[in-house]
């Protein structure tokens, strides 16, 4: 489960970051910066996993439920202003 949702991960930070790029986001830098600390979350998971799997898990569900609410209600939001001006929808 974890290699899928890293696999996941990055190809979509990929093209979400590609698409800042293109389309000169003006919170570029901040968007990124939370992606990473999301991969480094996802290590630190995968740490804890080699220690304990059952509470990877958890740790894992809980992690991704914030992430979910916060990141995608939050912060994804404010750039799709951006993606829609470019014909993105």
């Given at each position: 489960m974890y290699?899928?949702?890293e696999i996941y991960a990055?190809?979509?930070f990929k093209l979400e970051e590609g698409y800042f790029r293109q389309f000169k986001?003006?919170?570029v830098k901040e968007h990124?910066?939370?992606h990473r600390n999301f991969k480094f979350n996802l290590?630190?998971?995968k740490n804890i996993m080699a220690h304990d799997?059952?509470?990877a898990s958890s740790v894992l569900m809980?992690?991704?439920e914030e992430w979910?609410?916060?990141?995608?209600?939050?912060?994804?939001r404010l750039y799709v202003k951006c993606f829609k001006e470019h014909g993105l929808k």
């Open positions: 290699r899928q949702l990055n190809a979509h986001y003006e919170k990124i910066n939370k290590i630190a998971v799997r059952s509470m809980d992690y991704l979910l609410i916060h990141h995608v209600r939050e912060a994804d």
